[in-house]
């Protein structure tokens, strides 16, 4: 899959996630690993680029004691209408793609 192709997926799926819940990057990869094979690096990249863009942030949430603090990450009201906004490319997209392999 090509590459750029391949982050902007990601970035839709990690919004759609965190529209969904809070969470942190662990728990994302493995829910984004279930459909496509990422490596942790990549995940932590993405994120980073999307707090820069101001569609997430994350705080941090003191475990019970035996864990460090997580860093857990939310999506912001921007990340948000970006959501909004990709969900509705990705359908038109795919309905065009559909079409052509019809």
Not at 71 to 98: C, H, M, P, V
């Amino acid at each position: 899959m090509d590459t750029q192709l391949k982050k902007g997926i990601l970035e839709l799926i990690i919004l759609k996630h965190l529209r969904d819940k809070d969470c942190y990057a662990y728990e994302l990869n493995k829910i984004i690993n279930k459909v496509i094979e990422i490596n942790e690096s990549t995940s932590y990249a993405i994120l980073k680029k999307m707090i820069n863009k101001g569609y997430c942030d994350f705080y941090m949430l003191d475990s019970d004691g035996n864990y460090p603090a997580r860093k857990y990450y939310k999506i912001t009201d921007l990340g948000r209408e970006e959501l909004t906004k990709n969900i509705k490319a990705w359908e038109e997209f795919q309905s065009n793609i559909n079409d052509l392999l019809k």
